[in-house]
């Protein structure tokens, strides 16, 4: 089948929201959106999910952070960022001078008042076009349990922070859970507008000669090539289950891996790890998009759902 | 202009017991000052490896050293690369040295192969009419490295060692405070990289200005994860990004 380029539409939609094009850095990769200008124009982005972003301050764990893997790493960085208001009053005005199109907000909480606090305070803000809820993190009022892995805990937060917002409320899922389409259920009924599957999945790197955890935290977050097919297989399961739009995310490479995560489901991708060992990666996964389509016969990504 | 570039190895030989000398030619404009450092991309590694430039001429077809400690797989793939092979590198990441302080006589600290920098820092502040000192500390004589180079750029180079095989007997710190003290007043700043507990020990106990070279475990290299933040005055500051020098009196060290 012949097609020119001109053709081929990468544009997607995410509920009310249009993305000229599917691929977001996924937070925690891509800073607070500025500061790759040496690298590429991030105009050319679909959008960017900011780092994780708290109601106080956060220095983060101790380092090391990292640990090698594989195919992947193991990051455990423990949230460090400046707080809400210094993220408004800093870092989205250096973030919305770059980049001129809707950015995604990542909101963690250790309660569900510091959710609700946070969404309510980031929902005012123009530059952001969708609230990215993190509902991996520990619940200090719950017996420390992340919120993300129950369902009751994941549809309280989502109601709560609902109350208080416009914006679309999309929710991160932590693949560390027994059945994920049971939570992605609950946030949907809760309210939630979208999912994002998958945060990083919990793993841990002993260093042999020492014979310590590489990781000070002992273990982090696992992330990279390794656990496309686990979140490929989470995506499938939950855009089948669920009625909302999934963004796709969990060791994302090539432009392959993003039509291949699409067709299973996914109405968008996030790029994670790979940012991280090349800084040019989104921007080549999206030279190759139009590329791998036409060798498909792709020409929407609107309808690549099976 | 593209970061991310192919340069090609020229010479790659052991000159210690555990520290190679790895030449690469190509185009170096991206590098900028002395104790910025590059990432490199290695076959089979899924992170890159930092590696802090030794030595460089800035231009299009230019010259890069890097002096490393074979220390892992990645290390030790790196040392079995021969001259033609090319290797695709991260170029000029983090802030460098400011050769431009206000001081006639700096000290250049080193431990291990926290050395590496000291080359180029030399040689920038040489064309600055500075003359600084070289104190470079080592475990044991077979681990020393750099003497000659910069005795032959005129820098006065004491060495130390733990064991008291070469030079002054003990930490770097030792030899560079009997210098002092046979030297008073005469040392008005400080470079140094090296180990973490070296660096917090001048922290703690040098009486002039100076700025540090930090090394952490890092994912990224240029600043988007967060994985080596150090605690300043400022607040959490990125050691690739912000970093890797850092002045003294803006560490907060626990």
Redesign the interface.
């Known amino acids: 089948m012949e097609m020119k380029n001109g053709e081929i539409d990468l544009s997607v939609d995410l509920g009310s929201l249009k993305l000229d094009n599917p691929i977001i850095p996924a937070s925690?990769?891509?800073?607070f959106g500025y500061?790759?200008e040496?690298?590429y124009d991030v105009n050319i982005l679909g959008s960017i999910s900011l780092?994780g972003t708290t109601l106080e301050?956060r220095?983060?764990n101790p380092?090391?952070?990292?640990?090698?893997?594989?195919?992947?790493?193991i990051?455990s960085?423990g949230l460090?960022n400046?707080g809400i208001h210094k993220v408004i009053e800093e870092e989205l005005p250096k973030a919305a001078k770059v980049f001129k199109k809707p950015l995604i907000a990542n909101i963690s909480g250790f309660s569900i008042e510091e959710y609700v606090e946070c969404c309510r305070l980031i929902d005012t803000q123009e530059c952001i076009g969708l609230i990215e809820l993190n509902v991996s993190c520990p619940n200090v009022h719950g017996g420390g349990m992340s919120f993300g892995t129950s369902r009751e805990d994941v549809a309280k937060v989502i109601k709560e922070v609902k109350r208080v917002i416009t914006k679309p409320l999309y929710v991160k899922l932590t693949p560390n859970v027994t059945d994920i389409v049971s939570i992605g259920l609950a946030a949907q009924e809760a309210g939630a507008d979208g999912l994002v599957a998958i945060n990083t999945m919990l793993g841990m790197r002993i260093d042999l000669k020492t014979r310590r955890p590489v990781i000070a935290n002992i273990m982090g977050g696992f992330s990279?090539p390794a656990i496309f097919p686990v979140a490929l297989r989470m995506v499938y399961q939950l855009s089948h289950a669920c009625s909302i739009p999934v963004i796709g995310c969990g060791g994302i490479s090539s432009a392959k891996d993003v039509l291949e995560m699409m067709i299973g489901g996914a109405s968008a991708v996030e790029i994670g790890a790979a940012?991280?060992?090349?800084?040019?990666a989104c921007k080549e996964i999206i030279e190759n998009l139009p590329v791998e389509m036409e060798k498909l016969g792709i020409t929407n990504l609107k309808e690549l759902k099976i | 202009m593209n970061r991310d570039i192919f340069l090609e190895i020229t010479e790659n030989f052991r000159i210690a017991s555990k520290t190679m000398k790895m030449v690469l030619h190509g185009d170096t404009r991206l590098i900028t000052a002395p104790g910025q450092f590059v990432n490199l991309k290695l076959e089979g590694k899924y992170l890159r490896r930092p590696i802090s430039v030794g030595d460089y001429d800035s231009s299009e077809s230019g010259s890069l050293t890097l002096f490393y400690d074979i220390v892992g797989e990645g290390t030790a793939k790196m040392s079995k690369m021969r001259p033609g092979e090319k290797i695709q590198i991260l170029m000029g990441l983090g802030n460098g040295f400011d050769t431009h302080m206000d001081c006639k006589k700096p000290a250049l600290i080193g431990g291990g192969i926290g050395c590496a920098p000291m080359l180029a820092l030399a040689k920038h502040l040489n064309v600055e009419g500075k003359k600084p000192v070289a104190f470079l500390g080592f475990n044991t004589r077979k681990d020393v490295v750099l003497f000659e180079e910069l005795t032959k750029l005129g820098v006065e180079t004491i060495i130390s060692t733990v064991d008291g095989t070469e030079g002054v007997k003990g930490f770097v710190t030792d030899a560079y405070n009997s210098y002092c003290t046979q030297h008073p007043d005469e040392i008005d700043y400080f470079y140094a990289c090296g180990p973490m507990p070296m660096l917090k020990a001048l922290s703690d106990t040098m009486k002039i200005d100076g700025e540090l070279s930090l090394d952490e475990r890092m994912a990224c290299g240029f600043g988007i994860c967060m994985c080596c933040s150090v605690r300043t005055k400022d607040g959490a500051r990125r050691i690739c990004k912000d970093g890797p020098i850092f002045r003294k009196e803006d560490l907060i060290w626990k």
């Open positions: 925690g990769c891509f800073g500061g790759m040496d690298y780092k301050p220095f983060g380092l090391p952070r990292v640990a090698e893997c594989e195919a992947g790493l990051n960085v460090q400046p990279g940012n991280l060992i090349n800084p040019y």
